[in-house]
C-alpha cells in the first residue's frame, strides 16, 4: 500500500507544494508545483487563496499526513510576519481536514537529505534527484523545497523502507561529507 506525504514551502506570494509516495520501498514525486499569488495586490485575498487551494489539493490527493517547512529568518519584520501567516494558512487548510500536519525548520530539512544543515539549494536538488523518480518537467526552487520537507517528514518518522525507528542523521559540514554521506547511506541513493 503505498504512503502519502504531502509536503508545502509557504511563501506569500508562491507557495510550493509536493506530493511524495513511498510504495514497496521505492520513492516518487507527484504534483510537484507551486500557488502563484504575484498578481494579487491584497494579502488577506492571498491568504485565503492559499487556504482554498491547499484545501482543494489534499482532498484531492489524500495524503496520509502533511509537512511544512517553518519560516525561521530574515531582514525585513513585515515579510517574515507574512511568511508566518501563509504557514498558518496552510496549516488551517490542513487541520480543518483531519490530516496530521508536521513543522520542520529549514535546516533540519536540509540535513535530512545531505546530511548538512547549511547545503545549497542545488546540492538539496542534486540528492532528491538521486534518491526518487522526478516528474519530468524541470521542477521550481518552491515546488523543490517543498519536496524536501515531505521527504523530511519521512525521514523523521522512521517510514523509510526497512527503518523500524526514525534516524539519526549526523552533523557534517565538512567538504568531504557528501562522499561520506552517500557511503554512509546507501539506500538513500537512487540507482540508474
Known sequence: MAHKIFGIDPGSR???????????????????????MDKMDD??????????????????HKPDQCAVETPVYGVDPLAMLKLGRAQAAAILAI????????????????????????????????????????????????????LAVAWCHHTKTGKIAGASSPQKMHQNN?????????ANNPDRVKKH
Open 14 to 36: 508562491t507557495t510550493g507544494y509536493a506530493l511524495l509516495i513511498e510504495e514497496n520501498g521505492s520513492y516518487r514525486a507527484e504534483v510537484c508545483d507551486v500557488i502563484r
Open 95 to 146: 487541520t480543518n481536514l483531519g490530516v496530521p500536519v508536521s513543522e520542520y525548520y529549514p535546516k533540519a530539512v536540509k540535513k535530512a537529505i545531505t546530511g548538512n544543515g547549511n547545503a545549497s539549494k542545488k546540492q538539496v536538488a542534486f540528492m532528491l534527484d538521486r534518491m526518487m523518480k522526478l516528474p519530468d518537467h524541470k521542477l521550481s526552487d518552491d515546488a523543490t523545497d517543498a
Open 174 to 182: 565538512s567538504k568531504s561529507g557528501w562522499a561520506s554521506f552517500v
Open 43 to 60: 494579502h488577506n485575498e492571498r491568504l485565503q487563496f492559499i487556504f482554498d487551494e491547499i484545501s482543494k489539493l489534499v482532498k484531492e
